[in-house]
Nanobody
Framework: VQLVESGGGLVQPGGSLRLSCAAS????????MRWYRKAPGKERELVAT????????NYADSVKGRFTISRDNAKNMVYLQMNSLKPEDTAVYYC????????WGQGTQVTVSS
């Protein structure tokens, strides 16, 4: 039972990244999914949420219009497309599953810097 994130890295301001989170060991399609982020010296922030069927999404005001959460239940994957990245988006990004299981991934570092 686990979540594994990938896709982080170093990107210049204004650039894009796509984070992926692979789920295994549980019924992915029965779980809502979230992306959180934690920057040094800041509280953990809920970035985006998607329902189990993918039909409902919500975003933090800080990323609305720039980030898109999506999921592919056939592949047990959830994604976070991040566009127009800003230095303040620099953080470790975590995916989280809630339902029968409440699970955290190990995180992936995103650094936005010139």
């Amino acid at each position: 039972v686990q979540l594994v994130e990938s896709g982080g890295g170093l990107v210049q301001p204004g650039g894009s990244l796509r984070l992926s989170c692979a789920a295994s060991g549980f019924t992915f399609s029965s779980h809502g999914m979230r992306w959180y982020r934690k920057a040094p010296g800041k509280e953990r922030e809920l970035v985006a949420t998607i329902g189990s069927a993918g039909g409902s999404t919500n975003y933090a005001d800080s990323v609305k219009g720039r980030f898109t959460i999506s999921r592919d239940n056939a592949k047990n994957m959830v994604y976070l497309q991040m566009n127009s990245l800003k230095p303040e988006d620099t953080a470790v990004y975590y995916c989280y599953a809630w339902g029968i299981y409440n699970l955290w991934g190990q995180g992936t570092q995103v650094t936005v810097s010139s």
